[in-house]
Nanobody
Framework: QVQLAESGGGLVQTGGSLRLSCAAS????????MAWFRQAPGKEREFVAGIRPISWSGGETLYTDSVKGRFTISRDNVKNTVYLQMNSLKPEDTAVYYCAASFGTIVTLTGAYNSWGQGTQVTVSS
């Protein structure tokens, strides 16, 4: 099981940008499918973006519709880190953001992921 630690959250105004990072332990990071989820107060945790290993489909990515064109997921297998670049942020993006790891295809269900970070808070003010 891989250990995950998110960072980069904070308070930003509407229209601003943040970059989240998720550092992973272990030497098998490159083989994991990585994903970002978020959970707003009173809501269920939801899928945001995912990225497959670069060796599989060149690092195929998947985004939930509400963030397409604004968020970009990427990975650095040398640094064992996955990133989420968030641009044009909106108040509805306010949530705790979690990174997660699994194997295989990108799945949008939380139950498919067996490793989770502790989360980082993102707050977008209007």
């Amino acid at each position: 099981q891989v250990q995950l630690a998110e960072s980069g959250g904070g308070l930003v105004q509407t229209g601003g940008s943040l970059r989240l990072s998720c550092a992973a332990s272990g030497r098998t990071f490159s083989t994991y499918t990585m994903a970002w989820f978020r959970q707003a107060p009173g809501k269920e945790r939801e899928f945001v973006a995912g990225i497959r290993p670069i060796s599989w489909s060149g690092g195929e990515t998947l985004y939930t519709d509400s963030v397409k064109g604004r968020f970009t997921i990427s990975r650095d297998n040398v640094k064992n880190t996955v990133y989420l670049q968030m641009n044009s942020l909106k108040p509805e993006d306010t949530a705790v953001y979690y990174c997660a790891a699994s194997f295989g295809t990108i799945v949008t269900l939380t139950g498919a992921y067996n490793s989770w970070g502790q989360g980082t808070q993102v707050t977008v003010s209007s």
